[in-house]
């Protein structure tokens, strides 16, 4: 009787395939900001920026129009 359960159990088993493996660790995060995806540097952009007459702040993201 406990092995025909048994049998029964490893066909179900053996139908339902191998599971798709679960990633572990932190979140794997995309770049938010195009400045980031193309890798500038914020102080250097910062500065140019200054340079050219236009108003930054010295901390937080840059501005979308000026990144483009």
Do not use: F, I, K
Not at 32 to 45: C, D, F, P, Q, Y
């Amino acid at each position: 009787m406990r092995s025909d359960r048994l049998r029964a159990l490893a066909r179900v088993v053996e139908a339902a395939g191998p599971s798709e493996p679960t990633r572990t660790g932190p979140p794997v995060r995309e770049p938010r900001t195009e400045a980031a995806v193309v890798g500038l540097n914020g102080s250097l952009v910062r500065n140019w920026a200054r340079e050219q007459g236009q108003a930054v702040s010295a901390r937080g993201r840059l501005p979308e129009g000026l990144v483009r």
